[in-house]
């Protein structure tokens, strides 16, 4: 009898155990995988969809799918500077600077879990862990109102991740570095 060796990527090989791990999780915790299940909270949440990270459990979760995906978790992204890399994160909030070099539009990702839904804490009292600006030369390049659009919406970025106004950062030109609802 011959000795068959397969060679498996080693990268697919810790995806799948992820996925796996992250299936019976979900499982163990009363998830079924049949599409919509029951939160603590009464709330319908749609299978596959962005969880609420409230929980140490979930975040580990977000975790090892990011290191699996090829995407840094937005707060994260400031151990990243200097580097190109796909970032993560859930909008909490835009703001215009006419007053600034560039009149920049500036979309603001908050610390995932840092609250949980119910708080009594505002969203503006969220910690800021990431920025994506776009400047006003390139504005004409997005879709009107797009910043608006952004906000409560988990973004992908794609791009070099640098130090803005004390901040990771990366400066968006093109809208085809952005994927919304990743």
Do not use: W
Not at 77 to 84: K, M, Q, R, S, V
């Amino acid at each position: 009898m011959t000795n068959l060796r397969l060679r498996i990527p080693r990268k697919l090989i810790i995806t799948h155990l992820i996925v796996l791990l992250v299936i019976t999780a979900s499982c163990s915790n009363g998830e079924s995988s049949g599409g919509v299940s029951e939160t603590p909270s009464e709330e319908k949440v749609q299978a596959g969809q962005p969880r609420d990270l409230g929980k140490a459990s979930d975040v580990a979760s977000e975790k090892a799918v990011s290191d699996a995906g090829g995407y840094i978790m937005s707060i994260e992204a400031g151990d990243h500077l200097g580097e190109t890399a796909t970032v993560r994160g859930h909008v909490k909030d835009y703001q215009y600077h006419d007053g600034k070099k560039g009149k920049p539009t500036v979309i603001l990702f908050d610390q995932e879990g840092a609250v949980e839904r119910g708080s009594s804490i505002s969203d503006m009292e969220t910690p800021d862990t990431f920025t994506v600006v776009v400047m006003r030369k390139d504005k004409p390049k997005f879709p009107p109102h797009y910043a608006r659009l952004y906000r409560g919406k988990y973004l992908c970025v794609t791009g070099m991740i640098e130090d803005y106004d004390g901040r990771p950062s990366m400066i968006i030109a093109d809208p085809a570095d952005i994927v919304v609802g990743c």
